[in-house]
């Protein structure tokens, strides 16, 4: 399995603080069946900056420490870019890196709105040649309760990546009940793990999996690995037409 999405590298955001440590995650992720993960540390989150030229000696020396210790993981390198108003540039530059040195940028949201610079910004870094994923948009809560702006970043050629623990049992009612729409209304594209260590946040993505193929439909877990494999080759994704979500009306008698 590929995991597009993971915070593994040592001491470089609320991940591992130690190599022992990230070693010790890493094998978690391939004990869980993981082979391949994009390690996406935060940038600009209010708590982290991680420019590329950090992230890139790190991945290198980590897949050495790997190979030493026998751990079959293969590390590749990415980052979580929360919105900001020079993504262009950082991109332009390398202080804001793609994933696996492809055309998909991670770009993540703060946890309530949604910037009113947002929909200019992705049309902006689309006419370079990127392609925005928007990270977990089931934990921001403009896009829960206006679905509506969601689906129009989509429909204009964002794509979007859920997580694993969202669709589990571990979050609200309310966000499985969001993600599991966003899945049946085409209006995601990839599951990942955004593991952070090898307990609270950990590796579950084959768990995710399981339950979007036994309870949601098993073409949509297929077409998430296919995804996955396909951005690490920098090909083309598989996307369906996206829908509404349409919220039901309460009837009543006033
Ligand atoms: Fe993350």
Redesign the pocket.
């Known amino acids: 399995m590929i995991d597009l999405?993971?915070?593994i590298l040592p001491g470089i955001d609320d991940g591992p603080q130690s190599v022992e440590e990230a070693l010790d995650v890493a094998a978690s992720a391939a004990a869980n069946g993981v082979s391949t993960v994009v390690a996406?540390p935060?940038h600009r989150n209010g708590a982290f900056t991680n420019p590329g030229d950090a992230i890139l000696p790190l991945v290198h020396s980590f897949n050495q420490e790997l190979k030493a210790k026998g751990v079959p993981l293969t590390v590749l390198a990415g980052q979580?870019n929360r919105i900001h108003g020079d993504l262009l540039d950082e991109l332009r530059d390398g202080t804001a890196i793609t994933l696996h040195h492809s055309r998909y940028v991670?770009i993540?949201f703060p946890s309530v709105e949604v910037p009113a610079y947002a929909k200019q910004l992705f049309f902006d870094i689309q006419m370079e040649g990127y392609v925005p994923i928007i990270?977990?948009p089931e934990r921001n809560k403009t896009f829960v309760e206006q679905p509506e702006k969601l689906y129009q970043f989509v429909k204009n050629g964002a794509l979007t990546q859920i997580?694993a623990r969202s669709i589990l049992n571990r979050s609200s009612k309310r966000v499985r009940r969001f993600t599991e729409q966003l899945i049946t209304h085409h209006l995601t594209h990839f599951m990942s793990s955004?593991a952070?260590n090898a307990g609270s946040r950990p590796f579950d993505l084959k768990r995710g999996y399981d339950v979007v193929a036994d309870e949601i439909g098993a073409h949509y877990m297929e077409t998430f690995q296919l995804n996955a494999a396909r951005i690490l080759e920098n090909k083309s994704v598989l996307v369906d037409r996206p829908e509404r979500i349409k919220k039901k009306r309460i009837m009543g008698l006033f």
């Open positions: 999405h993971t915070h996406t935060h979580e991670f993540e990270v977990h997580t955004d952070h």
